[in-house]
Each structure stands twice: as C-alpha cells, then as structure tokens.
C-alpha cells in the first residue's frame, strides 16, 4: 500500500491563480480531511469528508473547495489564490473518523 | 470551546535526559487524546493515544497518561535520542460520531549528541 499520496510536493503561485491540490489513498478509508499547518498555529482543519458525495467544512474552510466523487480521491481546490494561503497543506484519512488518521507528506504552497 | 494547550518550544535537551511535553485540552465529554510526531519534512505520524481515562498509551519509549481530573495527557520519555528531534503534537477528537480533530500548536524538541 502506498497510503495516503499528495502532489505536488512543492508550488509556487501567483495571487489570483488556480490550482488543485491532490490527494489520493489506497486504504480504502472513508474519512478524509485537509489539514493547513502555519508556525506557530499548529494544524488546522480545512474541509473534511465521511464518504464518497458527502464533505463539510472545518474550522478555515474560505478560499477553499473539496469535493469527493470517489473513494480514493479527495482533491483541494484554491480557485483564486492569495498570499494568506501560503502554508503546508496535509491530507489524511482514516477508516472511520474514529479511527487513527494518517497522515500524506504534505504539500508546500507558495503564494506571491 | 475546545482547545488543546501545549508547551511552547523549542526543548532543547542533551541525549539520555528526560523528557516532558505538557499538554491540557479543554473539551466537552470523553475526548480520545493523542500524540503525533513529525520529524523533518515528513507528515504526522501518530505516536500513541488513549480513549479513556487512566488509560496509558505507549509507543518508543513514550508514554502518556489520560488524566481526566486535570484534562492532561503529558508526554514523557526516560531517555531521549537525537533522533527523538521532531515536533511533538497533542491532539484530541471527541467521541461523538464523526468528531475532527484539534490538534494543539506542535513542540519542537532538539536533542543534541
């Protein structure tokens, strides 16, 4: 199993940019969810997801889209970036949301 | 609200010595609490959880104890590599259908040689 898988690893955009931010399991797990990370702020939770159709926002879900048409995929989409969205998003999944999540490498954005 | 509040970093410590990352949540009912590790330029890793209260989690030497009485779940380790160097997380998710977690703001632990 390859687990939970992010790409790209690194990106740099320019404000009012578009880009999507994959993430991809092979578990099988029901639950996943987006994660930011900033110094100092820890991890926050973007948007999150209990199945295939169904998502919900988190705790800082503005300026971001999901959306889950199947199981393995869950993508993060910036429709028009801006330099606050500069972090390391993370995606992880879990079989149910009570179970442990795990944890992709992470994704590095750079907005300018 | 909910909240977890962890010691702010970076420890630093020499190889052998003891470790304590402080970590309090403040949350309604029995949450489920946890550590995570990340060691540089990696994901989050979980390191060990409890689910109930008394319970001790136990992983590599860490261990934590959920004390319901003083909403904590400190993490301690008796002897600490340099290879122990990450960021140390608390997080806590609650027991109530599909709870998220919420995770405290990471400790930076450096162990020097």
């Known amino acids: 199993n390859a687990g939970v898988t992010q790409t790209p690893k690194f990106q740099v955009l320019k404000t009012g940019q578009s880009m999507t931010l994959q993430c991809a399991q092979d578990?099988?797990?029901?639950?996943m969810s987006w994660y930011r990370q900033d110094p100092g702020m820890g991890l926050r939770l973007i948007h999150y997801?209990?199945?295939?159709?169904?998502?919900d926002q988190g705790e800082v879900p503005n300026g971001y889209n999901v959306s889950r048409s199947t199981t393995e995929d869950f993508p993060l989409r910036l429709l028009s970036a801006a330099p606050s969205q500069t972090s390391v998003y993370f995606c992880?999944?879990?079989?149910?949301?009570?179970?442990?999540?795990?944890f992709g490498p992470g994704t590095r954005l750079l907005v300018l | 609200g909910n909240s977890v509040t962890q010691m702010e970093g970076p420890v630093t410590l020499s190889e052998e010595a003891f470790l304590t990352i402080n970590c309090t949540y403040t949350?309604?009912?029995?949450?489920?609490l946890f550590w995570y590790v990340q060691y540089p330029g990696e994901g989050l890793q979980l390191l060990l959880k409890?689910?109930?209260?008394?319970d001790k989690g136990s992983n590599k030497g860490f261990e934590a104890t959920y004390r319901k009485e003083t909403t904590s779940f400190h993490l301690e380790k008796g002897s600490v590599q340099v290879s122990d160097s990450a960021v140390y997380f608390c997080?806590?998710?609650?027991?109530?259908?599909?709870?998220?977690?919420?995770f405290g703001k990471g400790t930076m632990l450096l162990v020097s040689p």
């Open positions: 992880a999944s879990s079989r149910d949301g009570r179970e442990t999540q795990y």
């Open positions: 578990m099988n797990h029901e639950y």
């Open positions: 997801s209990v199945g295939a159709g169904i998502t």
């Open positions: 949350a309604t009912g029995y949450p489920s």
């Open positions: 409890a689910t109930k209260a008394d």
């Open positions: 997080a806590f998710r609650g027991n109530s259908g599909y709870s998220t977690l919420t």
